[in-house]
């Protein structure tokens, strides 16, 4: 099953996508900038294979639900999240900020 729902930080909107797989969920809140996501983003990717695209994209790992993504530290960010003040560390509402 998918969800998709708009949800307010500090009256931004962002989007959060929910997708229920077996045994796991899938999960991303993005804007027009860029996203944070669970543990399946693969940041060494995106920093290596696909670095010309600058994307901007922050990874959480051990979260289950889009609250926790919101409130974890970020494990890894891209090099053009970090462009933007983005950090490992920073919680993943604070990271959704930045990308305004």
């Known amino acids: 099953m998918i969800e998709m ?3 307010q930080i500090e009256e931004q909107t962002f ?3 929910t997708l229920k797989l077996p045994k ?5 809140v993005m804007n027009d900038t860029g996203y944070i996501m669970c543990g399946a983003l693969d940041v060494a990717l995106l920093n290596e294979k696909l670095k010309e695209r600058k994307i901007v994209a922050g990874r959480a790992v051990g979260v ?3 609250e926790q993504l919101l409130d974890a ?3 890894s960010v891209t090099l053009a999240a970090e462009e933007l003040g983005i950090t490992p560390g920073m919680r993943g509402k604070d990271a959704l900020l930045k990308m305004i």
């Open 64 to 66: 289950r639900t889009i």
């Open 15 to 17: 989007i959060a996508v």
């Open 5 to 7: 729902n708009p949800i």
């Open 24 to 28: 796991t969920n899938f999960m991303a």
């Open 73 to 75: 530290p970020l494990e």
